[in-house]
Structure formats: C-alpha cells, structure tokens
C-alpha cells in the first residue's frame, strides 16, 4: 500500500519540497474512476524574493491567498483564461511559496484521462495525442480533472492526494524555468527539477 504523504512533507523549504515531489504519485478519485499520475517534473516558486510568483513580495491577493495558507494545500489557478495549472502550497503558513506541478507519467485512469482532454478512449488516440496527454501543465489538469473547484483543497484528506509512489531510481535535472520572460533576475534561478530522458516531460 502507497502511503499518503502528510502535513510535514509539504511543511519545509520550497525547493526542497520540489524536488522530493520527483517520483511522488498524484492521485485524483472521482465518480468516473481514479486517475494516478507519476510527478515528471516541478518548479518551485518563493513570493518573498520570487519576480515569478504571483505573491512576489507577499502581495496578497483574492487569487493568491491559498498561497499563505497551511502546507500541503492546492493552489489551482486558470491562464490564458482556458488552462489549469496545479501547485502544491510549502513552507510554514504565511510564507506564501508553492510548487508547480508541470508534468506526470499517467499511470492508471489512461482512459478516463483520455475522455477528459481528447473526448476519445484511449486506444483512439495518436502517438502523438498519447505522447501530450499529460506533459505540460495545463494537459495534465486537463486529463486528470483538476480545476478551480480543488483550489485550497487539503491535499492531505479527501479524494484528491499525492502519495509516496514507488522509488523507482531516477537522475534529477536542475535547469532554469520556462515561460517566465518577465520575472527579470528570476528568469535564472534553477528552480526547475525533472526526471531525466522521461517522456513525458514538458521540455528537455
């Protein structure tokens, strides 16, 4: 049996919480059936210090107050006013710091994520449809149901949790993040941890 992770996995630095979350299986139960995904790759993001974040300076906002909140809660927001991406709140509440999940390995529920992001089963799927069913972050939110009614969800209770998954070994990658052009400085920080040659990564 996989166990949950707990309140004091999430209730640490930032960035070591990011890459520990290597590896850890996102698990979404809902009336269709259970979907189970293997953590890919993160990015960690700090609102003290962070141009990046969306409580840079611990601005605090209706949008951004799940954020300094307790560890271990979703912070689930829309972009482009059409994807969802998912992070997971760290640190000690008031920090104001999460971790953006930006891709999974699917692992169980395959067809039901294939209906939620395609409306296909999943043997009528492409290569390449299968290939970008979760390795991003808005794919994956999309195939695995996660959306603004789990914003502030308590990932530690309830049907949508992340578990320890199964250590399977892995080489980490540590790069810069994507697709923050404006955050300036932020642009470097290498707050950015994949599984190396894993394919279902966003970008390598």
């Not at 000690?92 to 294939?114: D, H, K, Q, S």
């Not at 949790?161 to 470097?188: C, H, Q, V, W």
Request: hydrophobic share 35%.
């Amino acid at each position: 049996m996989k166990y949950k992770l707990d309140r004091s996995f999430y209730h640490r630095s930032t960035l070591e919480v990011a890459r520990q979350l290597l590896g850890r299986e996102i698990v979404h139960e809902t009336a269709s059936g259970m979907m189970r995904g293997r953590i890919v790759e993160a990015e960690a993001y700090i609102g003290a210090i962070d141009k990046a974040a969306h409580c840079y300076q611990n601005k605090r906002t209706p949008r951004t107050e799940v954020m300094f909140g307790p560890p271990g809660h979703a912070y689930v927001y829309l972009i482009y006013g059409m994807y969802h991406c998912f992070n997971i709140v760290t640190q000690a509440e008031g920090e104001a710091a999460a971790v953006l999940i930006r891709a999974v390995e699917p692992i169980e529920g395959m067809t039901l994520m294939a209906n939620n992001r395609y409306g296909k089963s999943i043997g009528d799927l492409t290569k390449a449809q299968v290939k970008n069913l979760t390795n991003g972050p808005g794919k994956l939110c999309a195939a695995m149901g996660i959306d603004k009614g789990l914003n502030g969800a308590d990932l530690c209770s309830g049907s949508f949790y992340l578990t320890e998954g199964n250590d399977e070994p892995f080489e980490m990658i540590i790069s810069k993040r994507i697709n923050i052009d404006y955050a300036e400085e932020a642009i470097d920080f290498p707050w950015r941890f994949y599984i190396k040659d894993n394919p279902h990564v966003s970008r390598t």
